[in-house]
């Protein structure tokens, strides 16, 4: 009995260390994410054209600006980033979702 209880705690041990390795893996790739893209922040639309090419789609937000969002897929997985452009046709703003 007290070997199976030392075994279910160390498998514990392993299944919530694990997922925390992961956690920090996705945080590290976000940040890494967010420090390449968001320096477009402030620039022109072209430069951002430039490097990723055209959009995958594009729309007018409530607010008046363009949208512009970059699809791709890695290892199956969607990635999705979105850059939000004003009149001037200078970024304001950008997210991503789901890119590693």
């Known amino acids: 009995m007290r ?3 030392l075994f279910f705690f160390i498998l514990i041990f392993f299944i919530f260390s694990g997922c925390q390795t ?3 893996k996705s945080d590290a790739v976000a940040e890494k994410e967010n420090q390449k893209y968001g320096k477009f922040v402030g620039r022109e639309f072209k430069e951002l054209k430039m490097e990723l090419g055209n959009p995958s789609e594009d729309f007018i937000g ?3 600006n363009e949208f512009f969002v970059f699809k791709s897929k890695k290892y199956g997985i969607s990635c999705e980033r979105k850059f939000e452009v004003n009149q001037k046709k200078i970024i304001i703003s950008f997210t991503s979702s789901g890119c590693i």
Request: aromatic residues 0%; neutral net charge.
């Open 3 to 5: 070997l199976k209880n």
């Open 22 to 24: 992961i956690k920090e």
């Open 62 to 64: 409530e607010n008046g």
